[in-house]
Structure formats: structure tokens, C-alpha cells
């Protein structure tokens, strides 16, 4: 049984940082691709950023330059680093898992952006 559970959301306000980690359980993790993604009310889910196995990086556009994605395949983890965050980082962010066809989800960890 997959499971992706995130972690480290809450409330912080405008400049401020957080670190979301995703702990995964049921997959050989090393062998996935890892992503955060996140969803606003009333809007589309939208990448935020993409590790592949070997490492190599991949970010959204409004991101870039504020956020780092990494991972400790000892761990079973990805993490997201989230610096400068601004109120439009406002949203649900998951925890994907990806490998060929097959793609898994966590249930998400809100981050508020707000002074």
C-alpha cells in the first residue's frame, strides 16, 4: 500500500520560510520521481517542483529562485524549501510519487501566507 504523508505547513507571514518534507511509504523510493505540487481555491493544481532520481531539478516559473526541492532517498523523503514566500504562495500543497504509468498522491498540507 503506497502512502505519501506530508508535512510542515501552517501559518507564516510574507518573507518568512517553511520547510515541507514527504515521507513515503510502499514504493521503492529511490526509483521515483518526486514532485510538490500545489492548488489554490477555485484554481488548477500547479507544479511547484520535480526531482528526478538521479537528482536533477525542475521548477515553476513563479517559484524559481525561492523554493528548493531535494531528497534522502535513506529517508524515504523529499523535502521543500520555501524562502521568501509571498501571500499568492497561499494553497494546498501534495506530495506526488512518480514512476512510468503509475502515479500516487498525499492528502496535502495547507500553507498560509499572511501577516
Known amino acids: 500500500q503506497v502512502q505519501l504523508v506530508e508535512s510542515g505547513g501552517g501559518l507564516v507571514q510574507p518573507g518568512g520560510s517553511l520547510r515541507l518534507s514527504c515521507t513515503a511509504s510502499g514504493i521503492a523510493f529511490s526509483n521515483f520521481a518526486m514532485g510538490w505540487y500545489r492548488q489554490a481555491p477555485g484554481q488548477q493544481r500547479e507544479l511547484v517542483a520535480t526531482i528526478t532520481t538521479r537528482g536533477t531539478t525542475n521548477y515553476g516559473d513563479s517559484v524559481k529562485g525561492r523554493f528548493t526541492i531535494s531528497r534522502d532517498n535513506a529517508r524515504n523523503t523529499v523535502y521543500l524549501q520555501m524562502n521568501s514566500l509571498k501571500p499568492e504562495d497561499t494553497a494546498v500543497y501534495y506530495c506526488?510519487?512518480?514512476?512510468?504509468?503509475?502515479?500516487?498522491w498525499g492528502q496535502g498540507t495547507q500553507v498560509t501566507v499572511s501577516s
Open positions: 506526488n510519487a512518480r514512476l512510468l504509468s503509475f502515479s500516487a
